[in-house]
């Protein structure tokens, strides 16, 4: 059966919050009874450091769900890498999810960015996505958290 359309407008723009917003709960519709979660299950992470001027030395942005740690963002300025701060950002960040009950992680990260990285702590590769601008890949790996 079929339903009638009319009046309906469509519109394309720039990002909505409003909209992100709702597509958001509409999904927690679904998603909730099919996984078994609540909304509960959900939280964000952050991780950051400052240096003695109060500046910003890097970071990390990630989410938890239902026992899933999800990596957004990891970055650290560039004079200060190589000095550990990343593995420090992110044994933080899965040390945090452990305590709320966390027993997995995931992260997705460019092929000229820090799949190594990742690798070295323990995440395996699950696939990547192509036709990343530069002729670039998206890895995405995962791990399970001891």
């Known amino acids: 059966m079929a339903h009638d359309h009319t009046g309906t407008a469509m519109s394309i723009g720039h ?3 409003e909209l992100n ?3 958001s709960k ?3 519709e679904v998603n909730f009874p099919a996984t ?3 909304a509960a299950d959900q939280g964000a992470l952050s991780v950051k450091v400052v240096d003695d001027a109060g500046e910003l030395l890097g970071g990390l942005a990630a989410w938890t769900w239902g026992g899933l ?3 957004e963002m990891l970055w650290i300025r560039e004079e200060s890498r190589g000095d550990g701060w990343g593995s420090k950002l992110l ?3 899965e040390e945090e999810a452990r305590r709320r009950g966390c027993d997995r992680a995931c992260v997705s990260s460019f092929t000229f960015q820090a799949p190594a990285f990742y690798q070295r702590h323990g995440y395996v590769e699950t696939g990547r996505t ?3 601008p530069g002729g670039a890949e998206d890895v995405h790996m995962y791990k399970k958290l001891a």
């Open 36 to 38: 078994g979660t609540t």
């Open 26 to 28: 509409g999904l927690d």
């Open 130 to 132: 192509l036709g990343i």
């Open 69 to 71: 740690l999800g990596i």
């Open 91 to 93: 044994l933080a960040a």
């Open 21 to 23: 917003e709702r597509l």
């Open 15 to 17: 990002r909505d919050p």
